[in-house]
């Protein structure tokens, strides 16, 4: 994952080429971009350092990002197709998938430069998202909050919370006793706070917790160092310490872009399709396009997973 202000960069990018309505009324704008950072939210549940971690919410995300991934977007979008007419609930489902086309193209290249320490995949995660922002639309990330870009009020929008819900339990049993509907609002709830907490364009949270806020806040200036790799380096595949990579931001940006276009199409023209012939097509179209592909490896689910790297923070 890049960080939040990527992704929605990313489904800004993908909805002015596809000529998208989402962006042009606030609520569906907001629903968008908070469909953008996928699964990510779950991760936020009881994110304060007193807190219990690994809640049924944290590892929800974890298997979002590594189990059924391809299934649970095809019955994400069947589930939206059942609410023909509501907005908000179609606006998140593009948001979502966009995540997860993104992800599956950069994430390799993160896990690989960020490594294994703590809280250092966050860090770089932030690094990229300011040097993103400012050379792809002149945004500061330490300078504009984010949180407001996400806020949908407390919860997950269009029905989103039920729908979650419902298929996190038939894709995932092992946390259907654990897990409410009301943790997915809660989650939320908290991801838009920690963004509020994390943005520090003074730098005053970050001295009063000793630092423990820095690798979560958006830089204040923007990092001068090759975050995105513009000159290719080499770069191990974190799945096989063998190969040797050198694609930069720009270029799994590129091929995200384009896989983006032709997926979210595909799953769009599906929503649309009236006839159950046309459905059907549709459908089949669309889970040729999306795989089953894992959010972190960019891999067929299950098949590697992530092992390797030769961090640079």
Not at 191 to 201: E, I, K, N, S, Y
Not at 255 to 280: N, R
Request: proline share 7%; aromatic share 12%.
């Amino acid at each position: 994952m890049p960080n939040l202000w990527a992704h929605i960069q990313f489904g800004r990018e993908l909805a002015e080429a596809l000529r998208l309505p989402f962006m042009t009324d606030p609520a569906q704008r907001t629903a968008f971009q908070l469909g953008c950072q996928g699964p990510d939210f779950l991760f936020y549940d009881h994110y304060l350092p007193w807190q219990r971690s690994h809640t049924p919410a944290n590892r929800l995300g974890s298997l979002l990002h590594n189990v059924s991934c391809g299934p649970f977007l095809i019955d994400l979008f069947e589930a939206t197709r059942q609410r023909a007419g509501d907005a908000g609930a179609e606006a998140y489902a593009a948001g979502f998938l966009l995540h997860h086309v993104l992800d599956r193209h950069v994430h390799p290249y993160v896990f690989s430069l960020s490594g294994f320490g703590k809280w250092k995949h966050q860090q770089f995660e932030t690094a990229i998202d300011s040097v993103v922002m400012w050379r792809r639309a002149g945004i500061h990330t330490g300078k504009k909050p984010v949180s407001n870009e996400i806020d949908t009020g407390g919860k997950l929008p269009g029905g989103m919370t039920d729908i979650l819900y419902a298929l996190s339990c038939k894709h995932y049993p092992g946390l259907a006793g654990e897990l409410t509907a009301g943790m997915l609002d809660a989650s939320v709830r908290q991801f838009v706070a920690a963004q509020r907490l994390f943005f520090d364009p003074r730098g005053w949270k970050g001295r009063l917790t000793f630092g423990m806020l820095a690798p979560f806040s958006p830089p204040r200036t923007i990092p001068p160092w090759d975050v995105l790799n513009a000159r290719r380096s080499g770069w191990i595949d974190p799945v096989d310490r063998t190969q040797i990579r050198q694609e930069s931001v720009y270029d799994l940006w590129d091929a995200a872009f384009d896989d983006g276009k032709l997926t979210l199409a595909a799953g769009l023209t599906w929503l649309g399709a009236g006839s159950p012939g046309g459905a059907e097509e549709a459908k089949a179209a669309f889970e040729s396009r999306v795989g089953n592909v894992s959010y972190e490896t960019g891999l067929p689910c299950g098949n590697a997973w992530i092992t390797f790297a030769e961090p640079v923070i």
